[in-house]
């Protein structure tokens, strides 16, 4: 006597629970009624068969020290094709960037065709300068020269107030706190100095109006396109005080351009980042030199000429010698 087909399926169906999608599709194939997946119904017969499979842990490549993390991140990162060359290719070298994705690793997925379990490999945002600065803090190439660092937010002053229609809710003051150093190295601080007054609104008490730190992890501060630095090696992490007051921030030395950033890694790669750093430095005390001799109204002398800033000659001094400081400039910067 056979088998009824629904026991058939049954025991399909508690074997297809130990076996990997691939190894479903094709065990699944030896019975019938699971010959076919050409139309929508034969393949949610089989996706029903695969969804209590056995999910394998996949090897998966990781580095325990950053400088070996950031190199496999820029290798992640340069597998994928700019949003903008992408657009243009054709749908033949398209298909160089495309990946199948087993069900599992596609749920929750951006770009991903559900029918085919696809997604393709496209870079939507410009990382070079993270990756710039990062190589930069990991290689320790600069001795003196730090990046302004994002620390997130410290809620100083915790309070209920009473609204308009009488209902009570909590306000708080917070202040944005940042130094400068290494970023790996700022992180450890954090860890250290700031461990117990680090939490997130989850972990809060009910009504607790004690002063706390933000969960928030430690990142590059970028303002546009610009980045803060400093001539003078690592700044202290803010004291976490009773007001705003307290927690005073160090000031930048200078702003450095993200589009500056590869030029910097052009000249390290002629001159070394000895004298990368100089030059940097040297610009850098030259300028404020010049701003100082004008704002104090003296003659600035030949060298200083060209470190003068553009919008300080166009919206600073307006006396008779403007226009010879301007053609002095630009002479300057066409000999740079």
């Known amino acids: 006597m056979p088998r009824p087909v629904s026991i058939e399926n049954g025991l399909a169906f508690l074997v297809c629970m130990f076996l990997e999608r691939g190894d479903v599709e094709l065990f699944l194939k030896q019975f019938v009624g699971f010959k076919r997946s050409d139309s929508p119904e034969c393949r949610a017969t089989i996706e029903s068969y695969c969804n209590y499979r056995i999910k394998l842990p996949k090897p998966v490549i990781s580095s325990e020290t950053d400088i070996d993390g950031l190199a496999l991140d820029m290798l992640n990162d340069l597998s994928k094709c700019p949003k903008e060359l992408f657009e243009i290719l054709s749908s033949e070298q398209q298909n160089e960037f495309r990946v199948i994705l087993d069900s599992d690793e596609s749920e929750g997925g951006d770009n991903i065709d559900d029918g085919n379990d696809e997604i393709f490999m496209r870079r939507y ?24 660092i994002d620390l997130g937010k410290y809620y100083f002053k915790i309070y209920d107030k009473i609204t308009a229609d009488g209902r009570q809710n ?14 790996s190295e700022v992180k450890q601080k954090v860890k250290e100095q700031w461990g117990e007054k680090i939490q997130s609104p989850a972990d809060r008490a009910k009504g607790s109006q004690e002063p706390y730190k933000n969960a928030a992890t430690p990142h590059y501060h970028l303002v546009g396109n610009q980045i803060a630095l400093v001539i003078s090696g690592d700044k202290d992490l803010p004291v976490l005080g009773e007001s705003g007051r307290d927690s005073k921030l160090a000031n930048p030395d200078a702003w450095l351009s993200v589009y500056d950033l ?17 030059l940097i430095r040297t610009y850098v005390e030259k300028q404020r030199a010049a701003c100082n001799t004008l704002l104090q109204g003296q003659e600035l002398s030949g060298d200083l000429v060209e470190y003068v800033p553009r919008s300080l000659l166009h919206n600073g001094r307006r006396d008779k010698n403007q226009q010879q400081y301007r053609r002095e400039k630009t002479a300057a910067d066409n000999r740079r």
């Open 170 to 183: 909590q306000r708080s003051i917070d202040k944005q706190l940042k130094t400068f150093g290494r970023l």
């Open 125 to 148: 945002q410009d990382r070079f300068a993270y990756f710039a600065l990062k190589y930069c803090d990991e290689k320790k190439v600069f001795k003196d020269i730090r990046f302004q």
């Open 262 to 278: 590869p030029v910097i890694i052009f000249h390290w790669i002629k001159k070394g980042f000895g004298q990368t750093e100089d």
